[in-house]
């Protein structure tokens, strides 16, 4: 049994507001009318076992969320041959939270990882509240 709560009525988005996508994500979560919780990892610390469950729910290791092309990593950690295990990946993210790759959303047991702002809308309900179906003839 994981740690993180899933339920199908809630989206819960795990971000960075030190970047500009997490910025512009929290800004359509917050303003959507969608039952929802916000996570931002550079002000709520995310536990080594929720980012596993996170790496897991998206098919991936924990190394696939942190982006070693942002120039901050790079100089940090170099151009490459990182050498990192988890524990130093859990290490960069929990102290560098800018340098999460994409921001993350949980929609009932799905996990999806958004690279852009407008990913976020094509997992939106339709909302036809005062949508006029068409006419059926019998």
């Avoid at 929802?36 to 076992?49: E, P, Q, R, Y």
């Avoid at 929609?107 to 999806?112: A, D, L, Y």
Wanted: charged letters at 30%.
């Amino acid at each position: 049994m994981g740690v993180i709560a899933m339920d199908k009525k809630l989206i819960t988005l795990y971000y960075s507001s030190k970047n500009s996508l997490g910025k512009q994500l929290n800004a359509y979560v917050e303003s959507s009318d969608k039952k929802h919780l916000t996570i931002d990892i550079s002000k709520t610390n995310v536990t080594g076992t929720q980012w596993a469950e996170l790496a897991d729910g998206l098919g991936k290791s924990l190394s696939d969320l942190v982006n070693t092309e942002h120039p901050d990593f790079k100089t940090a950690y170099g151009e490459d041959d990182f050498n990192l295990d988890n524990d130093g990946w859990l290490k960069v993210l929990n102290k560098n939270p800018s340098l999460l790759k994409n921001a993350i959303i949980i929609k009932g047991k799905e996990f999806i990882e958004l690279k852009s702002a407008s990913d976020f809308k094509q997992y939106m309900e339709p909302d036809s509240t005062g949508i006029e179906k068409p006419y059926k003839k019998n």
